[in-house]
């Protein structure tokens, strides 16, 4: 190896066994995750790290058939669908008008959106349980779309008006001098112009709602409407949990959207770029 070479490697060395380590801590949590999942409770305690003597499968037999887990996933699965259609439909419509057009109190109305970013969840907390409690809208099946599509429509509408400002106008008006109408001009032509935001918008707010806790703590109390999140905490007992089976739940609880991912994560990486760079 010459004296070049020799510089070279060393050089590189030291940043890979850097990546090379954080890769490991990213992992490992996954990977402890999984195999701790099929041991038994007395081989957790006994030790937490140690592969497992003999594994099984039995604490995932177990969930998905004595516990509600694929209720509650139901339960996420319909509240993130709704809630993405709320956030997209109106992120969409909204950011374009706050883009193309002007009015008296755009800047305002922009403005309050965009403070929907600046609040804290949990400075809401109280007010909002008050107010679902009182109206009677705690403990329904569309109860936690609201509060969803109400704190992820301010990301949306900031990322989208952005991105439409990049979009150019001569677009539009090229449409409208061919007989395009406003409604076709704006589903046809620039709604497919704005799927990379979109879809850069649709994971954001996904895996926001997916693992989204505190609303479902304080909105939901029937066992019946409860998420995954809030679900998977009904396995810790007051003197003892029961961690092997809250893993396999965990496990479960994330399978979907890790499938989600790899399915489109082409897509996904296609949409991230392009909202990082118009966004």
């Not at 066994?17 to 099929?38: D, E, G, K, M």
């Not at 995932?60 to 993130?80: D, P, Q, V």
């Not at 990379?196 to 703590?217: D, K, R, S, Y």
Request: net charge positive; charged share 10%.
């Amino acid at each position: 190896m010459g004296e070049s070479s020799k510089r070279r490697f060393l050089s590189g060395l030291v940043p890979n066994l850097v990546l090379a380590v954080f890769s490991i801590t990213c992992i490992f949590p996954a990977i402890w995750l999984f195999y701790s999942s099929l041991k038994g409770k007395a081989e957790f305690y006994a030790n937490p790290i140690s592969l497992p003597h003999s594994p099984n499968f039995q604490q995932y037999m177990a969930i998905l058939t004595k516990s509600k887990i694929l209720l509650w996933m139901g339960n996420t699965i319909r509240n993130s669908v709704l809630s993405l259609a709320i956030i997209l439909i109106l992120g969409f419509i909204i950011g374009y008008f706050l883009s193309r057009f002007r009015f008296k109190g755009k800047n305002a109305l922009y403005n309050y959106y965009l403070l929907g970013m600046l609040v804290p969840i949990h400075a809401l907390m109280v007010p909002m349980y008050v107010l679902f409690t009182k109206s009677g809208m705690g403990d329904q099946w569309y109860t936690l779309i609201l509060p969803y599509a109400a704190f992820g429509l301010p990301i949306a509408i900031f990322l989208v008006e952005s991105y439409v400002r990049s979009i150019p106008i001569e677009v539009e008006e090229a449409a409208n001098i061919d007989g395009c109408s406003f409604h076709r001009t704006l589903f046809s032509i620039v709604l497919p112009m704005c799927q990379p935001i979109l879809v850069t918008v649709g994971i954001i707010q996904f895996f926001i709602v997916w693992n989204e806790f505190t609303f479902a703590l304080i909105l939901i109390s029937k066992e019946t409407l409860m998420t995954v999140p809030v679900g998977i905490t009904l396995f810790k007992g007051q003197f003892v949990t029961d961690y092997p089976k809250m893993m396999a739940s965990m496990l479960i609880a994330i399978f979907p959207a890790m499938a989600l991912y790899f399915a489109f994560s082409k897509q996904i990486i296609k949409g991230m770029v392009a909202g990082s760079v118009k966004g």
